[in-house]
Each structure stands twice: as structure tokens, then as C-alpha cells.
């Protein structure tokens, strides 16, 4: 499902508002224990720049690696990045970061976004990994992960693309978007769900079967209300309680 995008306004407050909005819509959801990735890609040169520092980097590494890293190291360098083969990972680890070919103005957008993070409460990762193998991107981007997802445990991700209306005919036109797997949301509140202990709001106990009618009658009325009761499927004496 893909998430309207946020025009019109390159701002990195722009940025945070989007991601506490995300954020918020996870935890409504009830979808607790997510964590929220975030990198910066910088402006259309920084990331050319960095391809070329990640093209260098990989002509004596990539023969170690799976053949579709040692594809991506000629074809689109970035892709290497999320490359899942538990092999390859030490390799990748020592790979130049992206941080390290942003410019100034890069720089501080990024630190704007956190910082209005910081200040709204939402708790997140720098993930140097995190650079999307799209053209498109620019500056800031990011991922809801949920770790009861296994090794696919992107629940929604998306970025900024300020120069993308432009790249394909169109106006001016900032902004930043969003994709959200509607499988993958459904799948971590079922497991949410199974995970959560049994837990009633209350327990009808019925002092003697002439009292189980009005006992199944106050039960209806309580899960109308909306709690979770369960009832007493005998009567209770009084002399065995006490």
C-alpha cells in the first residue's frame, strides 16, 4: 500500500512530522516494539559522489562476496548495502558510510530532523546501511522494522524525493512518501495478539444455580460495556469460598 506523500515543503521539520505521525499510527494500532531506522542520502550529488567512493571500495572485496553483490558493485554500488547473506555481512561492515560524502547542507538537515525527533519523543536508529538503491531519494530516509518479522521485517519505509516531479517532466514539486506492507502489519498483530496473556476483566462466580440466569444476563451487559468476562459455568457455595 503506498502512503500519500507529504508536498510541497523541502523543511526537515517536515521530515519529523511525517515520522511521529507513523509512529503514532503504530502505536494506535496496538503494533508495540517497532524501531525506527533513519539515514540521510544526502542531496543527488552527495550520493554520486558516494557510489563512486562504494565503486572503488568494491573492486578488491565484491570476487569474496554472492554473485549478486559482485553484479551490484558495477551496476548500482548502493544495492551492495542490503545485500541479506550472513557471509557477506563482515565485508559490508567495513565499507566507506555515506556520512562521510555529505555536504554541509546534508549534514544539517539531517541533524534538524533528530533533533526534532529528540524533542517529540519518537525513538529511533541511524542506520548508515539504510541508502535505498532508487535514484530518486534524497536526504532523509527510513524504515518501521519489527523484530517479530524475521529476516522481511520491514513493516513500512519510505524518503524523501525533492527532485523526483522534476526528473520525470514535472513542476518543482518537495516532498516526501511512504510504503506500507498491509501483510506484514497484519502479520505482527497476529503474533502480537497470540503473544499476549489471557486476562479477563472480570469473573462472574453465580452463588447457586438459581442465580446462573442473572449471571449470564450481568455477563452480557459487561461485554456489551466492551470487557472481557468469563463466567462461572456452576453454581458457587458460600461454605466453599469461605
Request: net charge negative.
Amino acid at each position: 500500500m503506498i502512503g500519500p506523500p507529504s508536498a510541497g515543503s523541502e523543511s526537515p521539520l517536515r521530515d519529523a512530522e511525517v515520522l511521529e505521525m507513523l509512529a503514532t499510527l503504530l502505536d494506535e494500532m496496538g503494533i508495540t516494539g517497532w524501531t525506527l531506522e533513519i539515514n540521510s542520502v544526502g542531496s543527488s550529488a552527495d550520493r554520486a559522489r558516494y557510489n563512486e567512493t562504494l565503486r572503488e571500495a568494491l573492486i578488491p572485496l565484491a570476487p569474496k562476496m554472492c554473485m549478486d553483490c559482485q553484479l551490484r558493485a558495477v551496476t548500482n554500488p548502493l544495492r551492495v548495502l542490503d545485500c541479506k547473506v550472513p557471509e557477506d555481512q563482515p565485508i559490508i561492515e567495513t565499507l566507506p558510510k555515506i556520512v562521510d560524502s555529505l555536504d554541509e547542507a546534508s549534514k544539517a538537515h539531517f541533524a534538524a530532523v533528530t533533533a526534532a525527533l529528540d524533542a517529540a519523543g519518537v525513538p529511533y536508529t541511524r542506520n548508515h546501511r539504510l541508502v535505498r538503491g532508487l535514484d530518486y531519494y534524497t536526504r532523509t530516509t527510513f524504515e518501521f522494522t519489527h523484530g517479530g518479522l524475521g529476516a522481511q521485517n520491514a513493516l513500512l519505509g519510505g524518503g524523501r524525493y525533492d527532485g523526483l516531479s522534476e526528473a520525470i517532466g514535472g513542476p518543482k514539486a518537495p516532498g516526501i512518501g511512504f510504503a506500507m506492507g498491509e501483510d506484514r502489519l497484519v502479520l505482527t498483530l497476529q503474533a502480537l495478539e497470540q503473544a499476549k496473556p489471557g486476562k479477563n476483566d472480570a469473573y462472574i462466580a453465580p452463588l447457586g444455580e438459581g442465580l446462573n440466569p442473572a449471571a449470564l444476563a450481568l455477563a452480557r451487559e459487561l461485554r456489551r460495556g466492551g470487557l472481557s468476562v468469563e463466567l462461572g459455568r456452576r453454581g458457587i457455595s458460600l461454605e466453599k469460598v469461605v
